[in-house]
Nanobody
Framework: VQLQASGGGLVQVGGSLRLSCAASGTFFSINAMNWYRQAPGKQRELVAAITSGDITNYADSVKGRFTISRDNARNTVYLQMNSLKFEDAAVYYC???????????????WGKGTQVTVSS
């Protein structure tokens, strides 16, 4: 099972980016899908989360600006980021709790990060 994130890049302050993360491989289902970020010198933090039932949760710092969504048919989670601020610059990581065939518990997977840079 792999998670492949994409969509990062350079954007001006106030701009928008959309991150995507697709799960591939053999598995039964995906439970929660999450986006984390880590800025230089800071700890990795949870940015947004979405359950298999589409219940969402956001860090206070991104509420009203970021939207997490998922397409279960494509095993993909998205993060729409609007009104980007300098402090949003970080490496963004996707994370998912995946039910593998034959296992009664979910396994946590991480994608490689995608860099988001915010410029003036």
């Amino acid at each position: 099972v792999q998670l492949q994130a994409s969509g990062g890049g350079l954007v001006q302050v106030g701009g928008s980016l959309r991150l995507s993360c697709a799960a591939s491989g053999t598995f039964f289902s995906i439970n929660a899908m999450n986006w984390y970020r880590q800025a230089p010198g800071k700890q990795r933090e949870l940015v947004a989360a979405i359950t298999s039932g589409d219940i969402t949760n956001y860090a206070d710092s991104v509420k009203g600006r970021f939207t997490i969504s998922r397409d279960n048919a494509r095993n993909t989670v998205y993060l729409q980021m609007n009104s980007l601020k300098f402090e949003d610059a970080a490496v963004y990581y996707c994370n998912a709790q995946i039910m593998r065939v034959g296992l009664p518990f979910a396994t946590e997977y991480w994608g490689k990060g995608t860099q988001v840079t915010v410029s003036s």
